[in-house]
């Protein structure tokens, strides 16, 4: 599916359209912009674990060279939704802001210049969002189980 303007329908893909906390969490179950929804899934002993193999990971070189700079206004720092719906129309994709930019957290969002994912190339997202979608899906509905998990705890440079 194409999308014809810069910004996504909000109608379609915006979470905060809802008044209601349930109706939202109900909508961002087929939001495929949802953060949840580009990762994969795993059922370790029972327990759905949501692993950061996502589609920004994968094809983490065509999104970073689709960026471009800008600079934002201080009342957007720690607010990357607020951002995310300004540009994007949608507040569904503010961890895209944080990911571009190497943030892991809303509390480092408050840099003056900051790389986003060029607005009218979101045409680029949603392809590539459409390419994963069936093996995204799946990995939701029908998780892959895993017995034994090691978990490998990995430094955190700056």
Avoid: C, H
């Amino acid at each position: 599916m194409a999308i014809d303007d810069n910004k996504l329908n909000e109608n379609e893909y915006d979470s905060s359209i809802y008044t209601d906390l349930k109706d939202s969490i109900l909508d961002s179950k087929d939001n495929k912009f949802v953060y949840t929804n580009i990762n994969t899934k795993i059922n370790f002993k029972g327990e759905l674990i949501i692993i950061d193999e996502s589609i920004l990971n994968k094809y983490s070189t065509i999104i970073m060279d689709n960026t471009i700079q800008i600079e934002i206004d201080e009342k957007y720092f720690l607010q990357p939704e607020l951002l995310s719906k300004k540009i994007y129309g949608t507040v569904d994709l503010w961890y895209l802001i944080l990911w571009v930019n190497k943030l892991s957290s809303m509390y480092e969002f408050k840099k003056k210049y900051i790389r986003i994912f060029n607005p009218s190339e979101i045409n680029v997202l949603n392809d590539l969002i459409e390419l994963e979608r069936e093996y995204i899906q799946n990995t939701q509905t029908n998780p892959v189980m895993i017995e034994d998990l090691t978990i490998m705890k990995v430094p955190i440079s700056e």
